[in-house]
């Protein structure tokens, strides 16, 4: 199965920590959602999609990339960090909504603590400093090893293999 890790990280790199880690524990190929634009996103079978929350959702451009996918593989999983984790079920709402309508299967969601300096946060050094953490990093690769074997022996999967001639 090809996999890869689709992100963007530009507050203080938090996401890219994550996608990283994921990345390294499934053998994907893990990318920038610039990067990923320009390949059109057909060679792979699932994907992650994270980046930071920002103002209640992903990053725009990770949003944007969802609406355009052309080529959008046999399942998802989404991902994410935030000042707020405990609310990463609100926080995917909209990344969420854009795979539902364009009927793009999602497999499972996960959301990590990432400091967070928005606003007059960064006078008392953030929240969330030092996360994500090696422990986070550890959940992340084994969420995404999880994912992974599900995606396995998922029908999404076995469908899909049916039909390559
Ligand atoms: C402009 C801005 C808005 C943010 N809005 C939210 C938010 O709505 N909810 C939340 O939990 N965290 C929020 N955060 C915190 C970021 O989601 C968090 O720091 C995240 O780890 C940043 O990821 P990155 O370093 O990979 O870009 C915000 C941060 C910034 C800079």
Known sequence: MRVAIIHVSIHHHNTAKIAEAMAASIGAECLTVAHAMERGGEDWDLVGLGSGIFFGSHHR????????????????????????????????????????????????????????TVGPLRWIGGIQRGRPNSQDLLRAASFAQSVRRAGDVSPLFLAARSTVP
């Not at 998802?76 to 995917?92: E, Y």
């Open 61 to 116: 451009s990770l949003l944007k990339f969802a609406e355009r996918w052309q080529h959008p593989p046999t399942a998802t999983f989404l991902f994410s960090t935030a000042g707020l984790p405990s609310l990463g079920w609100l926080w995917h709402r909209s990344l969420r909504s854009i795979l539902t309508r364009r009927q793009i299967p999602i497999l499972d969601e996960a959301c990590y603590p990432g400091w967070d």
